[in-house]
């Protein structure tokens, strides 16, 4: 999968915000140091289109990548800071629900956790919060390079039996350091957007 053109097309804080052009969406969902930076850049072959680690102050936008004029990623705002304010939370929430309800450009939601501990309380609100809505999810344990081959399948299965994982979403293993993973991602990705 060769990638030519990924840019960032607008951190859109509300919904008259959002490209109007009806290009297929690709949600990325994930706590903040779980490595979604890392893997937009892997995605697509860039050094740094996203801004890995180190940004606490981040606004919580819904950032649009545009993926060769074919999709965008939107890359949803890391949850669990324990510095944001109740009025933030709530602000959050409220953007949250109305893009995953009503989103109909949404075609995958890609929930990244960390392979290499159970998935947290935060996670599986996310996972069942995607799962409220009915989406259809694709779990991508990130980090994998950091789990020996031999414990792959015991961490796999704490990521399922921990998110409760439902019939239908599927757990991809990747890791931005080896790229592990990616070809298969994209092949979901590429699978969402032709359904
Ligand atoms: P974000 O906050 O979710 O965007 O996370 P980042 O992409 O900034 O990654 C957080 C930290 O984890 C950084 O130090 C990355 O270098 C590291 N990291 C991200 N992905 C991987 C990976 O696949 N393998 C390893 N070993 N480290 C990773």
């Known amino acids: 999968n060769k990638i030519h053109y990924a840019e960032i097309t607008i951190s859109a804080v509300s919904p ?36 890995t680690s180190g940004k606490p102050g981040k606004t919580r936008t819904l950032n649009y990548f545009n993926i060769e004029n074919e999709l965008f990623f939107v890359d949803v705002p890391g949850y669990g800071y324990a510095k944001v304010s109740n009025a933030e939370q709530e602000k959050w929430g409220k953007m949250m629900n109305i893009y995953f309800s009503s989103r109909e450009e949404l075609s995958l939601s890609i929930l990244l956790v960390d392979l290499r501990h159970h998935p947290t309380d935060l996670d599986v609100q996310m996972y069942d919060f995607l799962k409220y809505y009915n ?36 757990v991809v293993v990747f890791s931005a350091e080896t790229r592990e993973g990616r070809d298969e991602v994209w092949n979901e990705i590429l699978a969402s957007t032709r359904n």
């Open 135 to 170: 989406l259809p999810v694709l779990v991508v344990a990130t980090k994998a390079d950091k789990i020996k081959k031999s414990k792959r399948n015991k961490h796999i299965n704490q990521v399922i039996q921990t998110l409760e994982l439902a019939t239908g979403d599927k």
């Open 16 to 51: 008259k915000q959002y490209p109007n052009d009806g290009l297929p969406e690709v949600a990325l969902a994930g706590r903040s140091n779980v490595g979604k930076s890392s893997f937009i850049n892997t995605m697509v072959n860039r050094k740094k289109l996203a801004r």
